[in-house]
């Protein structure tokens, strides 16, 4: 539906700007041509021709193209700010309005020192301001759309790699950067309204996954944010790109097989990348006298229950050692996770210690339809690529016909926090589609402690520091 308003709302600004064309003395249908439409709308405005060839720089493209715009429309009289923003919003209305109208006549090159005299004009205080701040929202809103976004670590799912409270910066270009997909929003806000809890964006437009090109492609191993897959359930029932920003490591590539056995990740089989600053959970016991709390704090070890025996730390193994030679201590124990692990079949009895192998999907890749295969690929060919998906007496039935094999259309990740026992990542919920990915974690710009004391709030040691 969306491509058919596209199409109506194109064509008529189209007509628009060859009726304006033709009041300028230039054929009409040179507005029918991208770049030579802006060559020509320089060339009547005395712009230097030259910057028509910056239309091919990302970014700077978008300012470049309104500024040429801007200065034709001028050229007609057409210098108020709602006029602009006519343009910017409405221009399947205004732009075949002003064609029709007798009244707007083309007064002459804009970028001339004949026509500023002729034509004077003072901008008030008030517009001065009204164009800073659309300058500045539409540059923020670019850049961090398509170049780098700032992010905060709000849980401890990837400590110790990733702090709670580091702030760290995302590169969308990387990866390439993803064409939004719900553009009409609210500027800086990612889902939710400030203040009235509403939602910040309309569905109205839902623009088809695009991914720019990148330099560099996913790699095994990077720290990746991406959108949380669940919250195209209700309640939340979320467009792609307004899901919540969930941050962890990616160790599953499309095409691997990726299996925990007795809390050890295993890619193809193999062991796999362990970060030096890894925590698993462990259990502590001591003789009665309970553990030493300032000590915990102190050391700033992750405690989700330091105050029922036995006691569960998330830590790193150098750091359990530390911790079986502390005073009362007198076992400490591995702590074994029994949550359900995805799929969540009973029969399986998988969890997050103890999963797999399962196979991560490939663009590509044809799996077999059967009951060992739908209970891991069922969400995958239903909700992320699009399908219906059912199962009648004589077999499985995708977008009506019969069917005992599908073909996936993306690739699709394996993501796990380096807290591994504190983590709710793929055991939980499954794989990660390739429209989903946002960007990568660059490194840390601000490390924020709100346990600490006054004079060391900040984690200096942590400022500017890459992200592995």
Known sequence: MWYIIFGITALLSIYGIWRLFEKAGEQGWKAIIPLYREYVMAQ??????????????????????????????????????????????????????WGHDDQVKYLGAYNTAEFKKRYPYTKSFARE???????AVIAASLIRGFLIEAYMIPTGSMERSLLVGDFLFVSKLNYGPRIPITPLAFPFAHHTMPVTGGK?????????????????????????VFN????????????????????????????DKVA??????????????????????????????????????????????????PYLLHITPEESEDVKKWAHVEQVISFQNQ????????????????????????KGWTVQLDSMTMPLYERAIRVYEGNTL?????????????ATSYTFQMNYYWMMGDNRDNSEDSRGWGFVPEDHIVGKALFVWLSWDKDGSFLSKIRWNRIFKGIK
């Open 390 to 402: 059912e199962e009648k007496k004589d077999g499985f039935y995708i977008n009506g016909a019969r």
């Open 228 to 255: 949380y897959p669940m919250e195209a359930d209700a309640p939340y029932n979320r467009p792609i790109d307004k899901r919540e920003n969930y941050i962890k490591r990616l160790v599953g590539m499309p095409g």
């Open 129 to 135: 301001w009204a164009d800073a701040i659309v300058f």
């Open 339 to 362: 949550n359900s692990a995805f799929p969540h079949i009973d029969k399986w009895d998988w969890t997050f210690d103890n999963f797999g192998p399962v196979v991560v999907p490939s």
């Open 44 to 97: 009547r405005t005395a712009r230097p021709t030259w910057t028509v060839l910056l239309l091919l720089v990302p970014i700077v493209n978008v300012f470049v193209f309104y500024g040429i715009w801007f200065d034709f429309i001028k050229s007609f009289g057409k210098r108020r700010f709602w006029e602009h923003a006519a343009v910017v919003l409405v221009p399947f209305i205004i732009l075949p309005v």
């Open 260 to 309: 925990m056995k007795n809390k050890r990740l295993l890619i193809n089989g193999e062991p796999a990348f362990t970060n030096e600053d890894m925590q698993h959970g462990y259990l502590v016991f001591t003789d009665g006298s309970g553990l030493d709390q300032k000590q915990l704090i102190r050391k700033r070890y992750e405690a989700t229950d330091s105050f029922t025996e």
């Open 200 to 224: 910040a964006y309309s569905e109205w437009i839902q623009v088809p996954y695009k991914r720019l090109p990148g330099f560099q492609d996913i790699k095994r191993n990077d720290v990746v």
